[in-house]
């Protein structure tokens, strides 16, 4: 009996001074906004006297978004009445296909419905290998783009508890030519450049156009970019997905979302039509994009 | 003789007031969280705590305009064992790495009898190391006698124990884990990374 009392004791003893015990776990996620090179084209101007062989030439890798895709390399050809892109929004397309410049379909690297799942050469992973556009044509009336995917944070996907909102902050293009040049590629070719933006739900039900400005000619909509300097194509205060005023066709995405992705196209076209220099011009174009994903109301 | 005995036995386990022994009271709850992005990004996302305050959703944002820890200051005391934070998730979508975010706990012990004068706090405290985080630890005591003085301590040991004054009545201690992203600058994958963190703290206080 008596030892039977001790453990009864014993057990009162225990409960009284027990050590607590956290027993919550944190979960750590982690991913970012992925904004990558992805695509080029290039494409001649239908009404232009152009012969020879206008070509990028590029080299891809699997991008984050898809990290089985695979490597490879490859040219896209431009040609008077050929291509397999016409520009997908209807106010740049029906500027350039006004006459002044008609530049019916471009020839992409990869095709617009997998290129997400690239990344083209010139990645800070990769620094060495560069987007090589090569000019041959014997007028200067080529045109071409290169295209930077964006893909907001797998954890934006899942959570609606953040509002947040997608801004371009800066879409910078530098033309800079290799000292040796002789001529200027970028003055004798009166070289033009814009940009557009397309962001749109997976499933694309809601699809957004926007470019930097309210455009209304073409003059506006091409910013002439000589040699060695470079030109911001986006307004100081940024260019905000889901704000209407930059906004030139599409749905509305609702107040707060992330599109599950954008496309942000460069376009260079050269307007001279003179003809071309057989001296070889070499430029070094650079392209700085800066995008923010913040929380609204922060 | 049976019967004796199952009294006794039902009396023992049901009296608390007869119990031998001082009782009190104790809890250990998460009482602060905080996030800061990395001060030197200029292209930032979003880096925000999730969590549940009982059964509600809230979160705490480490904006880049505020960048510092907004949770500091926050009464998120929470010693309703139905109320206390739950389901803590830690996101971190900022485009580079060297995030910063903060966990604290809290420990309070108040003494209902003055059947003894002497106590020890224990601390026992298991943190694992982890490749993605660096880990910054910070313990602070204080206990309040029963004429109100109060001893204050600092620890750096993960174990220790601590004893307490003469008379003591309220014991409280802040645990603060403070978790720094490694490679600093460097870009964070698109691809999603996900791990848990528990570190693991015993403490208590016996005679």
Not at chain 1, 96 to 101: C, F, K, R, T
Not at chain 1, 199 to 207: E, L, P, Q, S, Y
Not at chain 1, 277 to 297: F, K, Q, T, Y
Not at chain 2, 86 to 106: M, P, R, V
Request: contains cysteine; proline residues 4%.
């Amino acid at each position: 009996m008596k030892k039977i009392s001790f453990i009864a004791l014993l057990l009162i003893s225990q409960q009284s001074f027990a050590l607590l015990s956290n027993n919550i776990s944190i979960r750590v996620r982690s991913s970012a906004n992925y904004l990558y090179p992805c695509n080029a084209g290039i494409a001649e101007n239908k009404d232009s006297i152009s012969k020879g062989v206008d070509y990028i030439k590029g080299f891809w890798q699997a991008s984050q978004h898809k990290p089985t895709a695979g490597t490879g390399d490859g040219v896209a050809v431009g040609g008077a009445n050929s291509g397999n892109f016409d520009i997908d929004y209807s106010i740049l397309g029906s500027l350039l296909g006004d006459g002044e410049l008609a530049f019916p379909k471009f020839n992409t690297l990869l095709p617009e419905v997998s290129m997400f799942d690239f990344e083209l050469g010139g990645t800070p992973k990769n620094p060495s290998q560069k987007v090589e556009i090569n000019l041959e044509s014997d007028t200067f009336n080529a045109a071409y783009f290169v295209t930077f995917c964006f893909k907001p944070s797998k954890l934006s996907h899942n959570d609606d508890g953040v509002k947040r909102e997608l801004i371009f902050n800066s879409a910078r293009i530098t033309h800079s030519a290799v000292p040796t040049n002789t001529k200027e590629y970028a003055t004798d070719s009166k070289l033009k450049a814009t940009l557009d933006i397309k962001c749109r739900t997976k499933d694309n039900t809601i699809t957004q156009f926007y470019a930097p400005s309210g455009i209304s000619s073409l003059d506006t909509l091409l910013t002439l970019f000589p040699e060695n300097t470079s030109i911001e194509l986006i307004p100081s205060n940024g260019l905000k997905i889901g704000d209407p005023s930059n906004m030139l066709s599409g749905d509305f995405l609702p107040y707060g979302s992330l599109p599950d992705e954008c496309r942000v196209r460069f376009y260079f076209f050269e307007t001279s039509g003179v003809l071309r220099d057989h001296v070889l011009l070499e430029s070094d174009i650079r392209i700085d994009l800066d995008a923010n994903v913040r929380a609204i109301g922060q | 003789m049976k019967i004796l005995f199952f009294i006794l036995l039902l009396t023992l386990l049901t009296t608390k007031a007869f119990s031998i022994g001082p009782t009190y009271d104790h809890y250990l709850y998460v009482c602060d969280l905080g996030i800061k992005a990395n001060l030197n990004s200029t292209n930032i996302g979003v880096d925000y705590i999730r969590f549940k305050n009982g059964a509600k959703q809230e979160k705490i944002i480490g904006s880049y305009i505020n960048k510092m820890f907004r949770g500091e200051g926050r009464d998120l005391l929470k010693r309703d064992l139905n109320k206390q934070l739950s389901d803590i998730e830690i996101n971190l979508a900022s485009d580079y790495k060297g995030a910063q975010f903060s966990i604290e706990y809290c420990y309070h012990w108040v003494k209902k009898n003055q059947s003894l004068n002497f106590y020890i706090a224990n601390i026992d405290i298991t943190n694992p190391d982890l490749l993605e985080l660096e880990l910054s630890k910070k313990v602070s005591c204080a206990s309040i006698n029963d004429v109100g003085v109060k001893n204050a301590q600092d620890f750096t040991a993960n174990n220790f124990s601590w004893e307490l004054g003469q008379n003591q009545k309220d014991l409280f201690c802040k645990i603060k884990f403070t978790y720094k992203e490694r490679f600093v600058g460097e870009l964070r994958d698109y691809n999603l990374g996900d791990l848990k963190i528990l570190p693991i703290i015993n403490i208590g206080v016996t005679p």
